[in-house]
């Protein structure tokens, strides 16, 4: 009996907590950091459905509270340029800090097809652009696979083999029937034009500015890896930003460069002060970086077409296989490049000295180019965090935030007003939140081992679902969610 009573007794004294839970779960006691309104201070955030209900100083209470004093809070990060689409890259992500990594530079061969490959199956949120890439090999009878599941490591195959495909001139009726191609795409949801100018070399000025009124058209942006990153004319990094901009500014496209950093390697600043001067004329021109000195690409492609080495300035040796640590010699290169099978190739083409001074400007996003074998796929976020903003102290611990999250939530804006609930630590936001320990979160991936996780990154949130928890990934949960363009957003809505 008296054990009844004291049972009841416990009961009635937990009614009122129950009703007093009204959260999903409560962040209590961080550092909440918001780069769009500049809020750093120790607040509690209450989540519910998936989002961010309430910021505040009051004690909150939920079904879950985790203490979060001494952690950074902040907005999940948005990676717009991430090749590897499978689980073991999109875990590193997450434990890298990012709760979005779209697939935007080249673009999925298939938009449907790789939209339906994630759908419940996605840790983290989601998207493509549409490949022209992708739409001009096809045009040219070469399609590119669009499997997702049934490839090697489970991302889409973006990148054609250097050929006829790749090299030759396309006539009008084959640009068009590029449109028409890109244009369906566009419907099944992408949420911009990807152009990898430099896998192309065939396409004339006229073709890229054809697939820029296109997405003109469409009122989305291009994202553009650009035709060359040369250190001298013709082809030099100055001549390809001159052409994109040239189109954006003929067309009205919004336009993203994708990796300055190594599309313009040495005459990175100067790629940067024309980026600035088209914006102070009114362009909308963006890009974004990765802080590594060597980029990775598939050795078949025809970036590597002949004369690549007297146009970049490197040669053989600078080219290294990830999985071995080979460094190629004439002979090994030319085998590789004329292989009908994809080897991905690590290219050391940059120097510190230049990503040191590419990375805290104020234009440039931070992005990871990502895929299985480069270590930014798992490490770029963290390694920011832990070299530029903790050890050199060359960027602000907000100003790296804003560059992760609110500045590609806004250029996601330009394809759908969904990105607005993004990159903000806010109410009302959604709720895809990192907390980090500022002091000890780096990046643990190497060129020997780039799948490596970074460390630091003590929970994430995705949609209000916790995916890392206590430094660990949670099994078996899917929040991610696909980010769409106009195109399939209005059949959606029809
Ligand atoms: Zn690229």
């Known amino acids: 009996m008296r054990k009844l009573i004291f049972a009841l007794f416990l009961l009635l004294l937990s009614t009122p907590v129950v009703s007093a839970q009204q959260f999903d779960l409560v962040l209590d006691g961080g550092r909440v950091m918001d780069p769009e ?13 998936g989002k961010i209900v309430r910021i505040s100083s009051d004690a909150l209470s939920g079904r879950r509270v985790v203490h979060a004093s001494g952690l950074v809070v902040a907005p999940g990060f948005i990676d717009l340029h991430e090749h590897g689409q499978d689980m073991a890259s999109q875990r590193v992500k997450a434990l890298d800090g990012v709760t979005a990594a779209l697939e935007l530079e ?5 938009v449907a097809q790789f939209l339906k490959s994630k759908e419940g199956r996605s840790l983290i949120h989601y998207g493509t652009s549409a490949s022209h890439v992708a739409a001009r090999a096809a045009v040219f009878g070469a399609p590119l696979p669009a499997e ?4 090697q490591s489970g991302s889409p195959e973006i990148l054609p083999k250097s050929g006829p495909a790749t090299d030759q001139p396309a006539t009008p009726e084959q640009i068009e029937a590029m449109r028409e191609r890109l244009r369906a795409e566009l419907d099944a949801g992408g949420l911009a034009v990807g152009m990898g100018i430099e896998y192309t070399p065939g396409a004339t000025r006229l073709e890229v500015i054809d697939m820029f009124r296109l997405a003109a058209e469409r009122r989305l942006p291009v994202y553009t890896h650009m035709r060359s990153g040369g250190v001298a004319d013709p082809g030099s990094s100055i001549e390809s930003i ?4 040239g189109a954006a500014a003929i067309t009205g496209a919004p336009l993203h460069i994708v990796h300055i950093n190594s599309s313009c390697a040495r005459d990175s600043l100067e790629c940067l002060s024309m980026i600035e001067g088209a914006r102070a004329r009114g362009l909308d021109v963006t890009t974004e970086a990765y802080p590594y000195i060597a980029g990775m690409t598939a050795v078949n492609s025809a970036l590597f077409n002949p004369g690549w080495r007297e146009k970049r300035g490197i040669d053989y040796g600078d080219l290294v296989l990830p999985d071995t640590g080979e460094h190629l010699t004439k002979q090994r290169f030319d085998e590789l490049h004329n292989s009908n099978t994809t080897r991905w190739v690590l290219v050391f083409s940059n120097t510190q000295e230049i990503v040191d001074k590419v990375i805290p400007h104020p234009l440039v996003m931070i992005a990871s180019d990502g895929a299985e074998g480069h270590p930014r796929n798992a490490g770029t976020y963290s390694r920011v965090l832990a070299q530029y903003v903790r050890e050199k102290g060359m960027i602000s611990l907000m100003d ?8 590609p939530a806004e250029m996601l804006g330009r394809s759908t007003p969904d990105a607005r609930q993004k990159g903000r630590l806010q109410e009302g936001a959604d709720a895809d939140i990192v907390v980090f320990d500022a002091a ?3 990046d643990r991936s190497t060129y020997a081992k780039p799948m490596d996780p970074s460390v630091g990154v003590r929970y994430l949130l995705v949609g209000g679902t916790v995916v890392v928890d206590e430094g660990k990934i949670v099994p078996d949960v899917f929040p991610g969610r696909a980010l769409l363009g106009p195109g399939k957003r209005s059949a959606l809505h029809r």
């Open 242 to 245: 001159s052409e994109v901009i």
């Open 148 to 151: 997702v599941i049934g490839s």
């Open 37 to 49: 309104t500049g809020l750093d201070a120790v607040r509690n955030v209450g989540i519910r459905d």
């Open 440 to 442: 000890t979160i780096s």
């Open 400 to 407: 790296a935030l804003r560059k992760m999250s609110l500045m």
């Open 106 to 110: 080249i673009g999925a061969p298939d």
